[in-house]
């Protein structure tokens, strides 16, 4: 079973709308981070945005946030204000701790493609 | 201050070959992974270690080594390439299992098996 699902393959924003990218994840940890990276073109992986399961806030990073439902296990990210420079892949992960059979080494899902249009 | 450095950035290699694909890290980090990415199937580890002289299998170890001798490197070895084998491969390092600092990726490597 995948441990990171996400379900869009792709997804279409008007330049300075907000969009929503949808993760959700399965794990039988306490201690858990999450993450999500993003992809350009140029093939870089480009850390985002971090959560850890203790924290009782949604993390903040600029035009970035992650909403954070734990008992629903999702962590989808949120761009605020898209720009044309927001087009790439978006990958979500997870890192587990040894309880949930993990290494601490993240887990990634397929991602989602974002294509912002003028 | 180099981060993650790959090397080559792109191969060419006939079926049955053998190479070695490099990752080294200045940052002195502990953690370091494998990953290799496919159209349509994200990131998959193949190989990942959380110390000098400690590593682990991930989700597709098979065809591949790895070695981990000192902090800074961690080496990939394809024994005998395969097509199955082409790929994009990203090598990743993490001070701690996972932070708000995330993992610092390679610039990846990307390998072609005729």
């Known amino acids: 079973a995948q441990k990171i699902t996400q379900t869009q393959p792709g997804m279409f924003v008007q330049e300075k709308e907000a969009v929503t990218l949808d993760c959700t994840y399965d794990t039988s940890d306490q201690s858990y981070g999450l993450f999500w990276y993003k992809q350009p073109s140029s093939g870089e992986m480009i850390f985002l945005i971090y959560?850890?399961?203790?924290?009782?806030q949604n993390a903040t990073e600029g035009r970035y946030s992650l909403n954070f439902q734990k008992a629903r296990k999702s962590a989808n990210l949120v761009i605020s204000a898209s720009q044309l420079g927001d087009s790439a892949m978006y990958f979500c992960?997870?890192?587990?701790?040894?309880?949930?059979?993990?290494?601490?080494?993240?887990?990634f899902g397929r991602g989602t493609s974002l294509i912002v249009h003028p | 201050n180099a981060g993650v450095t790959q090397t080559p950035k792109f191969q060419v290699l006939k079926t049955g070959q053998s190479m070695t694909l490099q990752c080294a890290q200045d940052?002195?980090?502990?953690?370091m992974s494998w990953y290799r990415q496919d159209p349509g199937m994200g990131l998959r580890l193949i190989h990942y270690s959380v110390g000098a002289g400690i590593t682990d299998q991930g989700e597709v170890p098979n065809g591949y080594n790895v070695s981990r001798s000192t902090t800074e490197d961690f080496p990939l070895r394809l024994l005998s390439a395969a097509p199955s084998q082409t790929s994009v491969y990203f090598c990743?390092?993490?001070?701690?299992?996972?932070?708000?600092?995330?993992?610092?990726f390679g610039s990846g490597t990307r390998l072609t098996v005729v």
């Open positions: 990743a390092s993490s001070y701690s299992g996972g932070t708000r600092y995330g993992y610092t």
């Open positions: 959560q850890g399961s203790y924290d009782e």
């Open positions: 992960a997870m890192r587990e701790g040894s309880v949930g059979g993990g290494s601490y080494i993240p887990t």
């Open positions: 940052m002195n980090h502990e953690y």
